[in-house]
């Protein structure tokens, strides 16, 4: 079987490219993980609360904020945000009077920020 010298250089070229593209690309930053936790402290939904753990790739991001809705407020948009030092992670939590009166977090979006632009974002489905 004679396999012709440019294909094995264009399938060779390819798998180069192709790997210089994705070896890139794991370079940039990106949220890699948002998780959700309902913790019942005590009896009352006063004493309830939601964590969301946004986690991200090394990056020189110079803010990490979180946008969310609640249930009891669904045309209001709140957000908190958290200045990153040398851990990838950050614990965001709604507690208390705002978690009483807003309700249960309906949709979130969670994004790096270096000055005023957008390095990457991670949203849930009913963004």
Same mark, same amino acid.
């Given at each position: ?33 948002? &998780? +959700? ?9 006063? @004493?309830? %609360?939601?964590?969301?753990? =946004?986690?991200?790739? *090394? ?26 030092? &040398? +851990? ?9 009077? @705002?978690? %009483?009166?807003?309700?249960? =977090?309906?949709?979130? *979006? ?18």
């Amino acid at each position: 079987m004679n396999i012709p010298h440019r294909w094995i250089l264009s399938c060779a070229l390819t798998l180069v490219v192709g790997c210089a593209s994705t070896a890139h690309q794991s370079q940039q930053p990106r949220i890699t993980e948002v &998780t +959700r936790t309902t913790r019942l402290i005590g009896y009352t939904p006063a @004493e309830h %609360r939601e964590e969301f753990c =946004v986690v991200w790739t *090394r990056c020189h991001a110079s803010l990490v904020k979180f946008e969310y809705r609640q249930v009891n407020a669904p045309n209001e948009l709140f957000a908190k945000s958290y200045v990153p030092t &040398t +851990r990838r992670f950050h614990v965001f939590t709604i507690a208390g009077d @705002e978690l %009483r009166k807003g309700g249960k =977090v309906s949709a979130w *979006r969670a994004s790096l920020w270096q000055n005023e632009r957008l390095l990457a974002e991670m949203k849930s489905a009913l963004w």
